[in-house]
């Protein structure tokens, strides 16, 4: 296969991304006037937004979603991570706190996303995601079903959005670990997905059949097509949570040196 799949409109995905642009557009009109909060995003949750609409758009048209389901794996390993770490990381930026709290604070939900943005559970259900979207009959699945595909790839960011809110959180409910245990958790997303990765870039045989036998771009051979998929998986999504890991780091070290700056102040004025 040496052509891009042929090209597709995909209305669908032009109309999901039109209703959630009209519905976030809605919720400050509607809403926040309702609620006398500010009918119009602040520029930093604007941009958030587009950018969330944009990294979906990109993964969903053609020709990444193309090629991802009809020829190689590793461009659909890229499309899920800019879907986990951009775009539902983008989504969380983009919510204003009284939206959030008027979204959570609700029965049945604000106690399931408490406990699942604390530590422990939202390290096992960030592995739970991996295990499961990786697993071969599960692969298969989503790329012989489009409607499948779709409801995996929503359960898939609303799981992200909430393991996010861990380093991220929108609303007071929602108690934001220290920056020491923000950094533990998201390095220790950044080492988990070795495990698979190793699995897909040291393997010595293809472990996705579906990909086996679909036509290949670029005369990749499915083990190629696998091993790339493998180096993205790693690399792609720890260079995002290491730069975060990064902004943190500084931003804490910033916070402790002016505290201590402040406190000698005091002492000085004291004496």
């Not at 119009?40 to 979906?56: D, K």
């Not at 960030?126 to 697993?135: P, Q, S």
């Not at 005369?219 to 790339?228: C, G, K, P, T």
Request: glycine share 4%.
């Amino acid at each position: 296969m040496n052509q891009f799949p042929s090209f597709e409109t995909h209305f669908d995905v032009w109309l999901i991304a039109l209703i959630w642009s009209g519905a976030y557009w809605v919720a400050f009109v509607r809403i926040g006037a309702r609620l006398g909060q500010p009918t119009r995003p602040t520029r930093v949750q604007l941009i958030a937004h587009c950018a969330a609409v944009l990294t979906f758009l990109g993964g969903s048209l053609w020709p990444v979603h193309d090629v991802a389901e009809k020829s190689l794996y590793f461009v659909h390993m890229a499309q899920h991570l800019a879907f986990i770490n951009l775009m539902a990381l983008f989504i969380v930026m983009s919510i204003p706190s009284w939206l959030a709290r008027w979204i959570l604070v609700r029965r049945g939900i604000l106690p399931v996303v408490r406990v699942a943005t604390r530590f422990l559970p939202a390290t096992i259900l960030f592995n739970v995601l991996i295990v499961v979207f990786h697993w071969p009959a599960f692969v298969t699945l989503t790329v012989n079903s489009g409607l499948i595909h779709f409801f995996a790839h929503l359960v898939m960011v609303l799981c992200f959005v909430v393991i996010w809110m861990v380093i991220v959180s929108p609303a007071p409910e929602i108690r934001r670990s220290t920056p020491i245990v923000q950094m533990i958790f998201l390095f220790l997303q950044s080492v988990i997905p070795t495990l698979p990765a190793s699995f897909l870039t040291f393997g010595s045989r293809p472990l996705y059949k579906v990909y086996e036998d679909l036509p290949k771009l670029f005369s990749l051979s499915a083990l190629e097509d696998q091993r790339i998929a493998g180096l993205v998986m790693k690399l792609g999504g720890g260079l995002l949570l290491w730069a975060v890991i990064a902004v943190i780091f500084f931003q804490w070290s910033t916070s402790e040196t002016n505290r201590e700056l402040r406190f000698r102040r005091q002492n000085a004025n004291k004496l």
